[in-house]
C-alpha cells in the first residue's frame, strides 16, 4: 500500500515563496553584469521611461560606440593576425633536461645539416640556372620549361632544409586558359610549398633585400607580377596585367593570395575581388599549416622574412596538408565580391578556419546596439 503524504497548503506557499525571493536575488545580480544604456546617455538626453527619444539623441554617446566598436574590432579581427604562442611544457624537473637536449639537437646538429642542404640547393641551382638563362634566349619554349623546373627544384630544397612533410590532396594543377588559382595565406613560404609541385606566376607585393633580388631575377622567369602598395597607379596596371596573363595559353597558371596580407592559419579574412571579376574559374587552394612543432605564420611587423626562415629552419619540422579544391565559376546574378565569399567558405571549411570578415562583427553589433534603444526607448529614424 501506498501512503498519501499530507502536506499543508500554507507550508508549500512558504517553501515556494522562499524559492521564488532566491530566484529573484539571483536574477537580481545577474542584471548587474548587463551594461545598461542609460549610463552612457547624457541626463539631459533621458527623459521619462515612455517619452519617445529620437535618433539624433543617441549622437551625443558617439565617443564611448566609438570606443566599444573599437574593443569588438579588435576582438574580432586584430586576433587573425596574432602569433598564439606555444605553452611551455619544460616546466619541471624531469622536463627541463629533454627540453636541453631538444634545443642541443636542433641548433647544434639540424641547423647545421639544413644550412648544408640549402647551400648545397642553391649552387646546383645556379649553375643550371645561369647558363640556360643566358645561352637558351632564341629558344624561348625550351628555356622557360627550363627555368620552370629549376624554380621548382629550388623551392624543393627550400622545404628540405625545414624537414618540410607537406601532404598534397586533390589533382595537381595544370596551365589551362582563363583559369585563376586562389589560396588562404599564412606566410611567404606558402608560395615555396606550392610552388615545388607546380610553377605558378604569382602576384606579389615588391619586397627589399634579397627576397626583392630573387623577385626581379630568378622569379621574373616564371612570369610573377610584382606591385608596391605606395604607388596609386600599381593597382590599374596589375589589373591590366591580370588580364593578359589569364588569356594567354602559355603562361604559366596564376597564383593569388586574395586575402592581401599573412593570417595566423587559424582565420580566412575577406578576400579582395580582383581575382574573382577577371571572367575565369577559379580554382581554390587550401593550406593548413600544423602547429604541433613550429607555428608557420610569419608576422611581417615583429620579424623579418630572414629571421623567420631561421625559425624554420631550428625548428624540428614544418607539417602541413595542401588541397586542390574543386574549381569554381560565378553563377548566374551573382557578383564579384559574393562570389569571393563563397570561394573564401569553401577554402575556410576544408582548413577548419574560422570565417571572419572585416568589419562584419562591428556591423552587426552596431545593429543590435540601435534596435535595443529602439525597443526600449522607442527611437523613431
Not at 532566491?22 to 537580481?28: A, E, P
Not at 573599437?70 to 606555444?86: E, L, M
Not at 595537381?172 to 605558378?200: G, W, Y
Request: aromatic share 10%.
Amino acid at each position: 500500500m501506498v501512503k498519501l503524504l499530507r502536506i499543508p497548503l500554507s507550508r508549500i506557499v512558504r517553501t515556494c515563496g522562499r524559492k521564488m525571493s532566491k530566484l529573484t536575488s539571483s536574477s537580481s545580480e545577474l542584471d548587474l553584469d548587463r551594461p545598461n544604456i542609460e549610463d552612457y546617455l547624457l541626463t539631459d538626453s533621458i527623459q521619462e521611461p515612455h517619452a519617445k527619444l529620437r535618433l539624433r539623441d543617441l549622437l551625443d554617446i558617439s565617443p564611448t560606440l566609438t570606443e566599444a566598436a573599437g574593443a569588438i574590432v579588435d576582438d574580432s579581427f586584430t586576433r587573425c593576425f596574432k602569433s598564439n604562442p606555444p605553452e611551455p611544457w619544460n616546466w619541471n624537473v624531469y622536463l627541463f633536461p629533454l627540453w636541453c637536449l631538444g634545443v642541443v639537437v636542433r641548433y647544434g646538429i639540424l641547423f647545421p645539416g639544413r644550412v648544408l642542404i640549402l647551400t648545397f640547393g642553391w649552387i646546383i641551382f645556379l649553375s643550371c640556372y645561369i647558363p640556360v638563362h643566358l645561352l637558351l634566349k632564341g629558344h624561348d619554349k625550351l628555356r622557360k620549361r627550363l627555368e620552370r623546373a629549376l624554380v621548382e627544384l629550388i623551392c624543393s630544397f627550400f622545404v628540405a632544409s625545414w624537414t618540410g612533410v607537406v601532404k598534397y590532396h586533390g589533382p595537381r594543377p595544370c596551365a589551362r586558359p582563363k583559369q585563376v588559382f586562389v589560396a588562404n595565406h599564412t606566410s611567404m613560404i606558402d608560395f615555396i610549398v606550392l610552388e615545388q609541385m607546380t610553377a605558378f606566376a604569382v602576384i606579389m607585393q615588391k619586397h627589399p633585400g634579397w627576397v626583392g633580388l630573387l623577385q626581379s631575377t630568378i622569379l621574373e622567369s616564371v612570369g610573377c607580377i610584382w606591385f608596391n602598395r605606395s604607388e596609386a597607379k600599381d593597382r590599374e596596371i596589375v589589373a591590366r596585367k591580370l588580364r593578359e596573363h589569364v588569356e594567354g595559353a602559355d603562361n604559366n597558371p596564376l597564383l593569388i593570395f586574395p586575402e592581401g596580407t599573412c593570417v595566423n592559419n587559424h582565420y580566412t579574412v575577406m578576400f579582395k575581388k580582383g581575382a574573382f571579376e577577371l571572367g575565369s574559374t577559379v580554382c581554390p587552394i587550401a593550406i593548413k599549416y600544423n602547429k604541433i612543432f613550429v607555428d608557420a605564420f610569419w608576422n611581417s611587423r615583429k620579424q623579418s622574412f630572414t629571421t623567420h626562415l631561421l625559425q624554420l629552419m631550428t625548428s624540428w619540422a614544418v607539417v602541413c596538408d595542401v588541397w586542390y579544391l574543386e574549381p569554381q565559376n560565378m553563377k548566374p546574378g551573382e557578383t564579384p565580391i559574393e562570389f569571393a565569399e563563397r570561394v573564401r567558405g569553401i577554402i575556410s571549411g576544408k582548413q577548419a578556419a574560422k570565417f571572419r570578415g572585416v568589419g562584419s562583427a562591428t556591423i552587426g553589433r552596431k545593429i543590435e546596439i540601435i534596435d535595443c534603444c529602439k525597443d526600449r526607448y522607442q527611437i523613431k529614424a
